[in-house]
Nanobody, 127 residues
Framework: VQLQASGGGLVQTGGSLRLSCVGS????????IGWFRQAPGKEREGVACISSSDGVTYYAESVKGRFTISRDNAKNTVYLQMHSLKSEDTAVYYCAADKAGHAAWLVPDGHRYIEAWGQGTLVTVSS
């Protein structure tokens, strides 16, 4: 599957952005769909994941209460609504999908197990 991410950009601290990721078969062929991010000089980390079947969600502790992940199965699209953005949220955000579910988002180096990636979209939060 080819995943196409969009919605990144430059935003001030405290601002909001919504990322989108669309791909044929994204919500039908993959159990876990969501987002990773990678800041300069850092490892890629799981941000949020949603089950394509029952909508159960998982969030990194650093984004809980600020980010919301959702999906639209009819549109094969996953979204990441980001509020109260901080400078430490600056990163390239990658949409990701895995047939094994959400586990890759929860374990160290989980990105190594992801089966499908989008091309990444840059989010820059300025103070």
């Amino acid at each position: 599957v080819q995943l196409q991410a969009s919605g990144g950009g430059l935003v001030q601290t405290g601002g909001s952005l919504r990322l989108s990721c669309v791909g044929s078969g994204l919500t039908s062929d993959y159990s876990g769909i969501g987002w990773f991010r990678q800041a300069p000089g850092k490892e890629r980390e799981g941000v949020a994941c949603i089950s394509s079947s029952d909508g159960v969600t998982y969030y990194a502790e650093s984004v809980k209460g600020r980010f919301t992940i959702s999906r639209d199965n009819a549109k094969n699209t996953v979204y990441l609504q980001m509020h109260s953005l901080k400078s430490e949220d600056t990163a390239v955000y990658y949409c990701a999908a895995d047939k094994a579910g959400h586990a890759a988002w929860l374990v160290p180096d989980g990105h190594r197990y992801i089966e499908a990636w989008g091309q990444g979209t840059l989010v820059t939060v300025s103070s």
